[in-house]
């Protein structure tokens, strides 16, 4: 019994930790508050209890972010199966993409917490391409592939990668703000609906991955991308 007591402690405490480190790192950036701060709020005197419970700061962000990425998974599996293995529209594919995170800012306070965190996370320069490639579950790659496929038939396959990736990163950071808005105190806007917000988003992002490529473009690519030019 008393190691049951102890075992429910632990978890109690390390859900504490869990709950200050959204609130504080989603309000002032992943590395904009102290270890020592996320002990305080969590209410431990013992400011040794994070690193016990999570080791460091990388390893708690990446808790954060396994505490809410079965929900978001499942929500991806879900849009990403009824499409019943057809051939998937371009739209479709990227609504796989937004749809749940939009989805997300809507559950609470706690959920958009993660996910102006996930979009900080994404954004760490020291973070390097697998790791990145770690924040995001197998459905979205599925869909991303799919996506960069069809684009590299119009222009280069690097060039494709980056307009995904850019317009995936566009979206995301809209959603984060949407996510602050919602929790603003004195918030003096009107907000359109989520859905309606999510439904405009995934329509700009085809058009932003759909748009021609100009002659200009093109060029500078193959400037670029030729190491002959190099």
Do not use: C, K
């Amino acid at each position: 019994m008393s190691e049951r007591r102890t075992s429910a402690r632990g978890a109690e405490t390390r859900e504490r930790l869990l709950d200050a480190a959204e609130r504080l790192m989603a309000e002032r950036g992943i590395s904009g508050v102290s270890l020592n701060e996320i002990n305080t709020a969590a209410g431990q005197r013992n400011t040794a209890a994070l690193h016990y419970h999570f080791g460091g700061r990388e390893e708690l962000v990446r808790a954060i972010l396994r505490r809410h990425g079965a929900w978001l998974r499942a929500r991806h599996d879900e849009l990403y199966a009824a499409l019943d293995g057809r051939e998937p529209s371009t739209r479709e594919l990227v609504e796989v993409i937004i749809a749940p995170v939009a989805e997300y800012v809507a559950v609470g306070p706690s959920a958009r917490a993660a996910v102006r965190i996930w979009v900080s996370a994404t954004n760490r320069p020291e973070l390097a391409v697998e790791e990145i490639q770690g924040l995001v579950d197998a459905t979205l790659t599925r869909a991303a592939r799919v996506l960069i496929a069809r684009m590299a038939e119009g222009m280069p396959r690097p060039l494709a990668v980056a307009r995904l990736v850019t317009a995936a990163q566009a979206a995301l950071h809209v959603l984060a703000d949407r996510a602050v808005l919602e929790d603003a105190p004195e918030r003096r806007r009107d907000l359109l609906p989520l859905p309606l917000v999510a439904a405009n988003l995934i329509d700009m992002t085809v058009a932003a991955l759909t748009a021609p490529v100009s002659p200009q473009t093109l060029r500078a690519a193959a400037d670029a991308l030729d190491p002959a030019s190099a």
